[in-house]
């Protein structure tokens, strides 16, 4: 089975803060890919960033960087500089090649504030 | 607009009424997946198409639940006597996946969602 465990429910943070959101995963499968998306209060979820299990390179898109490491099954999600427009819920995703391959696992959520 | 719509965006109904939804997917995506999102929780995953075909139902989905996706354009969720416990957001999601792919790690297009308040 598979499962996907974000720790913090909340943060609070001051715009242009650095803010690190964690994401540990389970999973048996060797292939599967990790998706971070984000729900503003319009509701609509957005894509933000995909990794596969097979590259823990870590990289940095724009204000975005993500840390994944297989060795702990986790898969952090950083955002730089953070904006008052960053503040949604963010939600981190598990998709595996075995069994239900379509279907993308998600946790709970973490509810990030920006505040000016 | 070339996105994921759902209608309505909002629906509010009586414990034991049928209600339907209606979600359009990106015109060329050949997937089609329901998902379920209660208070401070994280979309569940209900049911998926692939075209016409609905190849996977969710054991959350109960035999209230129908879902179809005629033609393999758009897709309609139905409720039938609903329940307090139906109270949620019903996403849509819509991806493209080659044929003879398995479509792990395919990008999933979320639209708006279906609010659904039953009193």
């Known amino acids: 089975a598979q499962k996907v465990t974000q720790a913090q429910t909340e943060i609070s943070v001051v715009e242009k803060e650095d803010v690190t959101l964690d994401c540990v995963y389970e999973?048996?499968?060797?292939?599967?890919?990790l998706f971070w998306y984000k729900q503003p209060p319009s509701g609509e979820l957005v894509f933000l960033i995909r990794?596969?299990?097979?590259?823990?390179q870590n990289e940095i898109s724009g204000r975005y960087s993500w840390n994944f490491q297989k060795s702990t099954s986790s898969f952090n999600f950083t955002i730089t500089a953070s904006q008052v427009v960053d503040s949604a819920v963010y939600f981190c995703?598990?998709?595996?090649?075995?069994?239900?391959?379509?279907?993308?696992?998600f946790g709970k959520g973490t509810l990030l504030t920006v505040n000016p | 607009d070339t996105g994921v719509s759902q209608d309505p965006r909002h629906k509010i109904t009586k414990r034991g009424q049928n209600v339907t939804f209606r979600c359009d997917p990106i015109?060329?995506?050949?997937?089609l997946y329901w998902y379920r999102q209660t208070l401070g929780q994280g979309p569940e995953f209900l049911t998926y198409?692939?075209?016409?075909?609905?190849?996977?139902k969710s054991r959350l989905l109960s035999d209230r639940f129908s879902a179809e996706r005629p033609k393999g354009s758009f897709s309609t969720l139905e409720i039938q006597r609903t329940e307090q416990g139906d109270s949620a957001m019903y996403l849509c999601?819509?991806?493209?996946?080659?044929?003879?792919?398995?479509?792990?790690?395919?990008?999933?297009?979320f639209g708006p969602g279906t609010r659904l308040t039953v009193l």
């Open positions: 995703a598990l998709q595996t090649s075995g069994g239900s391959n379509y279907k993308l696992t």
């Open positions: 015109s060329e995506h050949n997937r």
């Open positions: 990794r596969n299990s097979f590259d823990e």
């Open positions: 999601a819509s991806s493209f996946t080659l044929l003879g792919l398995a479509g792990v790690g395919d990008e999933q297009f």
């Open positions: 999973t048996r499968d060797t292939t599967y890919y």
């Open positions: 198409f692939q075209n016409e075909a609905q190849l996977e």
